[in-house]
Structure formats: structure tokens, C-alpha cells
């Protein structure tokens, strides 16, 4: 009995070693596991590549740290191909800690520490210095990998390419008064700078001035308060990615009355919208290490299925001799 007490703690070690291998190590050496691409998806990255440079788009950002893993892979992939395409990118929240999940993304994309944007905004002034060196080394997580093609967006200026105009209560009442005025909704961004001083908000009046919405959501209120209020009421062109648990609820609203431009679905929508793009990004690095640990899991789901059986024939087999 010991002996077999003693093989079956070896099997579980060699279990967790390999499973442990088989995530941590797409995270170092990058496979590029295949990633097929679902028509949903599709529309949301042909709503950003196809709407005119130039243009200002809002991107809410609804979503707290425990759905970060999930949402935040699209929400850099979502400005940066903003950026590229030459829209300016207004941020907004819906949720209290979602103004600091947009500035996460804005430092990691222009290499400038949120600290720097403040200074800059307290002091009047809408500029932002370029990062240094050490600055741009220091950036962390996976995201920074030396295969990973988002881009460092360093020329990008606050103010004037993008903004945060922070957190506001209310859901469903504050999309439909952006819907009258942004200015009168948010009349200071997040770090108190009033918007009429900023030049990306100079033509932007109400949400019909936007080339498009998205909204980062991880649940009430989210992006079906702005599918119902923003397209419904206002006609807005509305897209944007959920929680993986939460997209089928969306796919209805993909319809011909064009409600929802598409949606991405948890971190393999978000590797869809990586791979559209050429980019090798977080997503397509965290996919790979969760296809892997799956893999690993069925494979010793069938060899233990195997012993079991081969054991139970066995002991019938012991049982007849006897």
C-alpha cells in the first residue's frame, strides 16, 4: 500500500511539472499556436481600420483589475490600432476603477508614467515628455516581450491625441446626457483639467461627433448601456469586447439594424484581433499557454481513464481467479 501511496504522489508531481512547463514556457519561448478568426471579430477591427484618419473615437472602459487578464490585451490593442488608423481616442469610464485601468493602457502605450501626464495637466499645460531609455525598459509584464509588435506610441501628446476624462456614475443616464453634451457630462478630464482647454474635445460636442464607441466591458453597466443608448438613441456606431463568459449574451445584437459592430470575447477575441493585425501582442502570447495547458490536461485526463480501466480489468480478472 505504500508503494503505491509513494507512485501515486510521483504521478501527481510529474503532473504539476509538466502543466507548470507547459504554461510558463510559450510565455518565454513565443510558439504562435493557430488562431482562427470569427466573423465578429472581423467587424470589430473593420470598424477601426475603415473609419476616416482623423476622426475622434471613445473607448469606456468598464472593467476592473479581476477581468484585467481578460480585457486589457484588447483595450491595447484597441488604441494602439486607433492610433495607427490616426483617430484620437477619447477615454471614459462607466466603472470607478476603470479610469485607472485607461491610464494603464495610455502609459504603456506611450511610455510615459501617469504621474508625468498629471504634472503636466496641473500645470496647465496639455503636452507630455518624451520617455526615456530606462523609462520604456521598465515597462512590465508580457506585453514587453522582445516578439510582442504593439507599438510605443512616444509622440503621442495628451491633450491633443488622447484624453481620460475619468469615472462617472449613472450608466445608462450618463451615455444618454453625452448624448446631449460631453462638455456639460464631463467638464473636467481625470485630473481635473476642464475639457474646454483641451484640444481633442474642441469639435467633439455629443456622442454624434464620435467616429465610433467601444466599450471594454465586464458587466453592468457596460457595452449594453451603450448598444441601447448610444446606438438606439443617438445612432452611434457601437463595438467593443467582453468577458469570454459574457459574448454569447452579445452575438443577438449583431443584427441588420447594425446595433453592435461585432465583439471580441475574452482573451481569445482578443488574439483574433492581434492576429488581424499582424501583431504577436499579449493576447496571442497568454492563448498559446492556455491551448497548451489544455492540451496537457485532456492527454492526462485519457491516461488516467486508461489506468483506471486497465486496473479495474485487473482486479475482476484477480477476482475470477479466486
Same mark, same amino acid.
Given at each position: ?39 465578429? $471579430? @472581423? +467587424?470589430?477591427? /473593420? ?5 476616416? !484618419?482623423?476622426?475622434?473615437?471613445? *473607448?469606456?472602459? #468598464? ?35 476603470? $479610469? @485607472? +485601468?485607461?491610464? /494603464? ?5 506611450? !511610455?510615459?508614467?501617469?504621474?508625468? *501626464?498629471?504634472? #503636466? ?53 450618463? *451615455? ?147
Amino acid at each position: 500500500m505504500s508503494s503505491v501511496n509513494t507512485s501515486v504522489r510521483w504521478e501527481r508531481m510529474i503532473l504539476y511539472v509538466i502543466l507548470f512547463l507547459g504554461v510558463m514556457l510559450p510565455l518565454i519561448f513565443h510558439i504562435g499556436w493557430k488562431t482562427d478568426v470569427s466573423p465578429h $471579430v @472581423q +467587424m470589430v477591427h /473593420d470598424l477601426v481600420e475603415n473609419t476616416p !484618419a482623423g476622426s475622434t473615437v471613445l *473607448i469606456s472602459f #468598464d472593467y476592473e483589475p479581476s477581468t484585467m487578464p481578460e480585457l486589457k490585451p484588447m483595450a491595447l490593442s484597441l488604441v494602439d490600432h486607433a492610433w495607427q488608423r490616426g483617430h484620437k481616442v477619447i477615454a471614459v469610464a462607466l466603472w470607478p476603477m476603470g $479610469v @485607472q +485601468m485607461a491610464n /494603464d493602457v495610455f502609459q504603456e502605450l506611450t !511610455a510615459l508614467p501617469v504621474t508625468d *501626464i498629471a504634472a #503636466d495637466q496641473s500645470s496647465g499645460e496639455t503636452k507630455t515628455s518624451v520617455a526615456s531609455d530606462s523609462t520604456k525598459v521598465a515597462l512590465s509584464g508580457v506585453e514587453n516581450a522582445p516578439d510582442s509588435t504593439i507599438a510605443r506610441h512616444t509622440d503621442k501628446k495628451y491633450g491633443i491625441d488622447y484624453v481620460n476624462l475619468g469615472f462617472k456614475p449613472g450608466g445608462m443616464v450618463t *451615455i444618454k446626457a453625452m448624448g446631449r453634451s460631453i462638455h456639460e457630462t464631463f467638464p473636467a478630464d481625470a485630473f481635473g483639467t476642464p475639457v474646454g482647454s483641451l484640444p481633442i474635445m474642441d469639435d467633439i460636442v455629443r456622442l454624434r461627433d464620435l467616429g465610433y464607441v467601444m466599450s471594454l466591458s465586464a458587466g453592468d453597466p457596460g457595452l449594453k448601456q451603450w448598444i441601447m443608448v448610444a446606438h438606439d438613441n443617438f445612432k452611434v456606431l457601437v463595438s467593443g469586447g467582453t468577458t469570454a463568459v459574457s459574448a454569447p449574451g452579445f452575438l443577438p445584437y449583431i443584427n441588420n439594424r447594425d446595433q453592435l459592430r461585432g465583439v471580441m470575447g475574452g482573451l481569445k477575441g482578443a488574439a483574433e484581433y492581434e492576429k488581424l493585425r499582424g501583431v504577436f501582442g499579449p493576447a496571442s502570447i497568454k492563448m498559446d499557454s492556455q491551448s497548451i495547458a489544455h492540451v496537457i490536461i485532456l492527454i492526462f485526463i485519457a491516461i488516467g481513464n486508461i489506468k483506471a480501466y486497465r486496473r479495474r480489468k485487473a482486479q475482476r480478472r484477480k477476482s475470477e481467479k479466486a
